[in-house]
């Protein structure tokens, strides 16, 4: 796992407090309805067209993301039932308790096991709603995965509208953030975060940003950890790192962050 100024990272459990959005869930890939396209640049944010104002979701039920991992190298017995999970995630995708669902046909790791992989955040009114909710998985009652889960916050922004009809186009990278704490860090982030806001949204009419999560919770406790994530979709890990490296917190060294690969979005139809 790559790390942006890794000696700036407190220790990794307490970074993932907001998401391992990126763990993997193995799906087969012609049990999904999607494919992952061939890589499209994301337009540059100076290139966007004047749009509306930027129009935010509000608070939504707690979400988590739902981190993955096998518990099992039976491939056969992945295969009898990866067609029933993922009937099972299209149905939570269409009822709204999933979220934020993408596809890589690519994934990286011991753990892919040759699988697409699979990430996805989960509404739920608290963590034992959600876990009631993945428990009735076929892969969690059949001992194949098991999952942990991590707050994220509230989705601030969803998908972009400048993607258009290319919304599953190109390749997206999660950047799952802390921001930094100590003495007078507070009054820096209170300064910055108008310019951080403007950026973010400057970026998401690019189309280069999309589905941000805030954890407006941990702002309002003043904890100094006002932790956000961010997908970015560029056609290499190196262009998504430049986009977010931009950002105001990024350049005055007031948040780090750890990247991802997601592949595309998955719509299911």
């Given amino acids: 796992m790559n790390s942006h100024r890794t000696g700036a990272w407190r220790p990794f459990n307490q970074a993932t407090r907001i998401a391992l959005v990126a763990a993997l869930m193995s799906l087969a890939l012609g049990a999904c309805t999607n494919k992952a396209a061939e890589p499209e640049q994301a337009p540059e944010p100076e290139q966007a067209a004047e749009v509306e104002e930027v129009d935010m979701t509000g608070v939504d039920p707690t979400k988590f993301a739902v ?18 999970q993922t009937m099972q995630l299209r149905d939570l995708a269409k009822s709204g308790t999933a979220e934020a669902v993408y596809f890589d046909t690519k994934p990286t790791g011991d753990q892919a096991l040759g699988y697409p992989s699979i990430s996805f955040v989960v509404n739920a009114k608290s963590p ?6 993945l428990d009735e998985m076929v892969f969690v009652k059949k001992g194949i995965s098991e999952y942990s889960l991590h707050p994220v916050g509230d989705r601030w922004l969803e998908q972009s509208p400048a993607t258009g009809a290319n919304t599953n186009s190109g390749r997206r990278f999660v950047t799952v953030w802390t921001t930094s704490s100590g003495p007078g860090v507070k009054d820096k982030l209170n300064e910055l975060a108008p310019r951080q806001s403007d950026a973010i949204q400057n970026l998401w009419r690019a189309g280069a940003l999309e589905n941000v999560y805030f954890d407006a919770v941990g702002v309002l406790r003043e904890n100094n950890t006002q932790d956000f994530v961010l997908f970015v979709r560029a056609n290499t890990e190196a262009a998504a790192r430049k986009i977010v490296e931009a ?23």
């Fill in 247 to 269: 950002l105001p917190f990024s350049k005055a060294d007031l948040a780090t962050y750890q990247i991802y690969q997601v592949g595309a979005p998955l719509e299911f139809r």
């Fill in 128 to 133: 034992d709603a959600a876990k009631a909710i």
């Fill in 67 to 84: 981190v993955w991992t096998f518990k099992t190298v039976e491939k056969s017995l992945i295969e009898q039932n990866v067609a029933t």
